[in-house]
Structure formats: structure tokens, C-alpha cells
């Protein structure tokens, strides 16, 4: 299975961007697909995920509100919508996807993608 995130770059603060991820090798409709982020220096920290339905979707505090995950599963795909974007937004995302949870710590995740850079500049 490979996810092959995209759409990053350079926005200004307060800019939109979206990215999304798609699927290939393995049709991934029952599984829970979501974000995380890696900010230079930092750990990896969890961003958002949705259940194979599209509902129950959960974010982390620091981007309820501003970012919004959605799911098309005809497309084998995940997006992540963020609006209002701060600096401390600027990180390499990466999607993710779990046959059964998506833990938060990122633990046990069955597939990763390579990540996609969004800089948000002051």
C-alpha cells in the first residue's frame, strides 16, 4: 500500500491550503485514514482522523476549528482543508492510515505516506 500525500507549500499566515492523500494497492474504505505533523526540531504530533465513514472525525486542540478532514472513498483518498494558518502550522505532513484505531500517539500504524512540506510564512 502507498499514500502519496500533496498539495503543500508556502501560504502566508492566515492562508489556506489543501492537501490530500491517496490510496494505491489496497482499497482502504474500512480503515480509519487521518493527519500528522512533524515540525522542524519537533516530534511527530497527531493533526486529525476520520473514521471510514467520514464521521466521528477528531482534531488535535491546536487545530479545532481551523482544520477539517474529509474522506472520499470511491477515490480511495483523504483530504485535510486548513484555514486560518498560523507559523506554527509549518511542519511536514503526513497522512496515515489504521485498520482499527489511528492511535493519536501514532503507534501501530499500519501505513504511513512520505509526507508533504506546508510553510506558513509571518
Known amino acids: 500500500v502507498q499514500l502519496q500525500a500533496s498539495g503543500g507549500g508556502l501560504v502566508q499566515a492566515g492562508g489556506s491550503v489543501r492537501l490530500s492523500c491517496a490510496a494505491s494497492g489496497r482499497t482502504l474504505t474500512r480503515y480509519v485514514m487521518g493527519w500528522f505533523r512533524q515540525a522542524p526540531g519537533k516530534e511527530r504530533e497527531f493533526v486529525a482522523r476520520t473514521a ?71
Open 52 to 122: 471510514w465513514r467520514g464521521d466521528n472525525a477528531s482534531y488535535a486542540d491546536s487545530v479545532k476549528g481551523r482544520f477539517t478532514i474529509s474522506r472520499d472513498n470511491g477515490e480511495n483518498s483523504v483530504s485535510l482543508q486548513m484555514n486560518s494558518l498560523k507559523p506554527e502550522d509549518t511542519a511536514v505532513y503526513y497522512c496515515a492510515a489504521d485498520r482499527v484505531v489511528l492511535s493519536t500517539q501514532g503507534r501501530g500504524v499500519d501505513y504511513w505516506g512520505k509526507g508533504t512540506l506546508v510553510t506558513v510564512s509571518s
